[in-house]
């Protein structure tokens, strides 16, 4: 099930209770990696490379200038400012990998400094923009307020190995860039199975939750690969299990694709997916 794409409904960051942009939760992580990567560049090391200087500075500025810049502003407003934002913290993790690569910086270093990037990303893509987002089971047809706008859930299967959120997005007439959509399914398992893996792909950031518990996410601008992010161990209990994912896309084309692995990370294929029946 998936539900509208709508720059000025499910994928606006909630302001709600904040009177200043340094309220936000988003804008606190990205203001402490811009502190870290400052205290960073300044190190010796760096000297060499003045370009890698500048680029993580203003990368890491951006970060935190797209979400103070923006609010105040009309939802559709913001969120463009957000995504700016987004991309920014996808730029700074980039050119972290430049650093280790040139032996600037640590392999750790900057694994923690990248994961205070994934958790600004984070903090965008799992902010409460409906009620009941982790409980909801929707039904085709089913409305829902998110924001300002009312949206409604969208029955959708495909026989491809993705889903293309573009398409589905476009045959609704509804916008394909700057948005968060959400999907829902229903897996059900024979048995209880152990040891098993949600295996995902996304374009482009997405966090996964299994019956309600967060198990992976993607946090970079990138195109969806097979397999491109695997959870931990996980356990599919027997009966109905809840997969939600939530895909956030800049602008471009957007899919996802999901399945699980078993204990040795082959293909389940004993698994049906099932969705509750739309409301008469």
Known sequence: MLGESESHGIA???TVGARRYTELDVWKSASDLRDQVNRLVNLPEFGRHAWLHTALRRAAQAGCAGIADGFGRPPREFVRFVQASRTALAEVRDLLGQA?????????????????ADSAVRTLVAT???????????RDGERVKAGEAELTWHAIDTVLYNVNLYHFAYALAKPTSNVLFWAVTVVEAPRDMAGVRLA????AASVWWLNGEEVIG????????????VSKRLTLKRGPNV??????????ATDFCARFLDADDRPITTLAVTLPSAKP
């Open 12 to 14: 606006r960051p909630s």
């Open 243 to 252: 997969v939600r994912a939530a895909v956030v896309n800049g602008g471009g």
């Open 200 to 203: 995902i792909g996304s374009n």
């Open 218 to 229: 993607l946090y970079n601008d990138r195109q969806s690969v097979i397999d491109d992010g």
């Open 100 to 116: 280790t690569r040139l032996k600037l910086v640590t392999g750790s270093k900057a694994a923690g400094l990248g994961s205070l």
């Open 128 to 138: 409460e923009h409906f009620p009941n987002r982790l409980t909801i089971l929707p």
